[in-house]
């Protein structure tokens, strides 16, 4: 099992940026592929990002290309979310997800682990 930690949310004007943070702890950080996830209210979660165990690969959602980069140190067990030139329908909370088998993906469903979310708000 592995526990997931985020960090780094906040509230900033559009066209700001953040960097979220995600800290796992427990089984060996690589054996995961991670994403990203966020939700807003009223809406259901949607993925934002992913990549692969050894972050060779890596998949966004079509509204967050050129913005989002998301990467991981597994040295840390830790993987990041940057964003940039934020926007106000960015504003949602955001979730780190681990998913253990098969390749990374875009479903939340199959993934195994959740993180308890980190607030992001962007302001106009």
């Known amino acids: 099992q592995v526990q997931l930690v985020e960090s780094g949310g906040g509230l900033v004007q559009a066209g700001g940026s953040l960097r979220l943070s995600c800290a796992a702890s427990g089984r060996t950080f690589s054996n995961y592929h991670m994403g990203w996830f966020r939700q807003a209210p009223g809406q259901e979660r949607d993925f934002v990002a992913t990549?692969?165990?050894?972050?060779?690969?890596?998949d966004y959602t079509d509204s967050v290309k050129g913005r989002f980069t998301i990467s991981r140190d597994n040295a840390k067990s830790t993987v990041y979310l940057q964003m940039n030139n934020l926007k106000p329908e960015d504003t949602a909370v955001y979730y780190c997800a681990a998913k253990t088998l098969g390749q990374k993906s875009r479903a939340s469903d199959e993934y195994d682990y959740w993180g308890r979310g980190t607030q992001v708000t962007v302001s106009s």
């Open positions: 990549i692969s165990r050894y972050g060779s690969s890596t």
